[in-house]
């Protein structure tokens, strides 16, 4: 079974420039998570969505951060403008999303803004 | 406000010994917690779960322990080994299908 796919792996941009993530989940997986991982820190959860409605956004940066899911698949967060702050791993995660289910972890995108 | 809470940074323990990781957490709606393993580079990996209606969950070199009322659970590793060596964070949720809040994470090192 092939696990969560994200891309890109690396990315460095300057401050105010846009940058845009993608992941993959786990084929029937229903739920998706996006979550931010700050150097020395345990994740964050930035928005969780079932199929492709969402569940949860409340810690998400809704001024610069956006994220969506249009056919309840695939999943896309963009940063638009950058801040220094931004510099994370940003990880996304998926479930079956019918009950106690562990979250499955992509790689994650190493997000540095310069 | 950190809910959850592993206070220790690291952990280092001689092959073969148990390695004990401790995590606390705050909030008592917490009902599911679950201990990942993260490599460099790489993302974290379910390791074992454990629900508030039990004490104990085993599988095979792992146990996790829960005690509720100190709200307390530990992740006992039986023998160590090298490969376990990695970063393991406790996390917790509140109901079926809802987000993890993470602990900061502990860095085990199993020396040969």
């Known amino acids: 079974e092939a696990g969560v796919a994200q891309s890109p792996r690396y990315k460095i941009i300057e401050k105010r420039q846009s940058v845009a993530f993608w992941c993959n989940p786990i084929s029937g997986h229903a739920t998706l998570y996006w979550y931010q991982q700050i150097l020395g820190q345990g994740p964050k959860l930035l928005i969780q969505?079932?199929?492709?409605?969402?569940?949860?956004d409340s810690q998400l940066p809704k001024d610069r951060f956006s994220a969506e899911r249009l056919k309840g698949v695939d999943s896309t967060l963009k940063i638009q403008p950058a801040k220094l702050e931004d510099s994370a791993v940003y990880l996304c995660?998926?479930?079956?999303?019918?009950?106690?289910?562990?979250?499955?972890f992509g790689p994650g995108t190493r997000l540095t803004v310069l | 406000d950190q809910q959850v809470k592993q206070n220790s940074p690291s952990l280092s323990v001689q092959e073969g010994r148990i390695s004990i990781l401790n995590c606390d957490y705050t909030?008592?709606?917490?009902?599911?917690f679950l201990w990942y393993k993260k490599y460099p580079a790489e993302g974290p990996t379910f390791l074992i779960s454990i629900s508030s209606i039990k004490d104990k969950n085993e599988d095979g070199r792992f146990t996790v322990f829960l005690n509720k009322s100190a709200k307390h659970l530990s992740l006992h590793i039986v023998p160590s080994q090298p490969g376990d060596s990695a970063v393991y964070f406790c996390?917790?949720?509140?109901?079926?299908?809802?987000?993890?809040?993470f602990g900061k994470g502990i860095t085990l090192s199993v020396r040969p």
């Open positions: 995660a998926s479930s079956l999303g019918d009950g106690y289910n562990e979250q499955f």
């Open positions: 909030n008592s709606m917490f009902d599911y």
């Open positions: 996390a917790a949720s509140t109901g079926a299908n809802s987000k993890l809040t």
């Open positions: 969505f079932q199929n492709n409605g969402v569940v949860d």
